[in-house]
T-cell receptor, first 114, second 113 residues
Framework: DGGITQSPKYLFRKEGQNVTLSCEQN?????MYWYRQDPGQGLRLIYY???????QKGDIAEGYSVSREKKESFPLTVTSAQKNPTAFYLC?????????????FGPGTRLTVL | GESVGLHLPTLSVQEGDNSIINCAYS??????FIWYKQESGKGPQFIID?????DKRQGQRVTVLLNKTVKHLSLQIAATQPGDSAVYFC????????????FGTGTRLKVLA
């Protein structure tokens, strides 16, 4: 069953703690993305990666970090420096080149800071 | 429960009627557009896409119209069903070289039985 998986589905964090959200894809896509979704707002880009071992900051990268050691994995760490981390986090991927620009999303992780 | 979608514009449609959801995009240089459907608590699901060299594209029960003159995109859903109830939003790809997208805030579609 191909697709994008995110875990966990729900995550609770105490203030001052770092947490890591998992994103895995078996679609053989080169590019992967992390977005944050808040009520009443469009998706905002946190980080994206076009190839392994390379990634770029998005529009709201402060307080977040990522790694891209494997093509199929793009974990996101929400650090204690992120002032308002409670949100729905979405991972996405797309092929690089090949004439398609379609981006596909995972099921999301809801992070709540207690 | 899922709080995404609060404070969004809402379109209420009778079951069986056609739905039209609109989106104003931001960049006249955008060359690729996608419509997504997002159900409560789930990730966005691809519905249909269109490139800027087209003004209309049809899928199964859905049609996307692109008006580049006024930077407007619409999604038409024929014979709306209860399962179509969700938040719909558009995305524009500004630069395929950077793989970056801009997303609209979305419209909530409610299908009335």
């Amino acid at each position: 069953d191909g697709g994008i998986t995110q875990s966990p589905k729900y995550l609770f964090r105490k203030e001052g703690q770092n947490v890591t959200l998992s994103c895995e894809q078996n679609l053989n896509h080169d590019a992967m993305y992390w977005y944050r979704q808040d009520p009443g707002q469009g998706l905002r880009l946190i980080y994206y990666s076009q190839i392994v071992n390379d990634f770029q900051k998005g529009d709201i990268a402060e307080g977040y970090s990522v790694s891209r050691e494997k093509k199929e994995s793009f974990p996101l760490t929400v650090t204690s420096a992120q002032k308002n981390p409670t949100a729905f986090y979405l991972c996405a991927s797309r092929p690089r080149g090949g004439g398609t620009d379609t981006q596909y999303f995972g099921p999301g992780t809801r992070l709540t800071v207690l | 429960g899922e709080s995404v979608g609060l404070h969004l514009p809402t379109l209420s449609v009778q079951e069986g009627d056609n739905s039209i959801i609109n989106c104003a995009y931001s960049n006249s240089a955008s060359d690729y557009f996608i419509w997504y459907k997002q159900e409560s608590g789930k990730g966005p699901q691809f519905i249909i896409d269109i490139r800027s060299n087209m003004d209309k594209r049809q899928g199964q029960r859905v049609t996307v119209l692109l008006n580049k003159t006024v930077k407007h995109l619409s999604l038409q859903i024929a014979a709306t069903q209860p399962g179509d109830s969700a938040v719909y939003f558009c995305a524009e790809n500004m630069d395929s070289g950077t793989y970056k997208y801009i997303f609209g805030t979305g419209t909530r579609l409610k299908v009335l039985a």
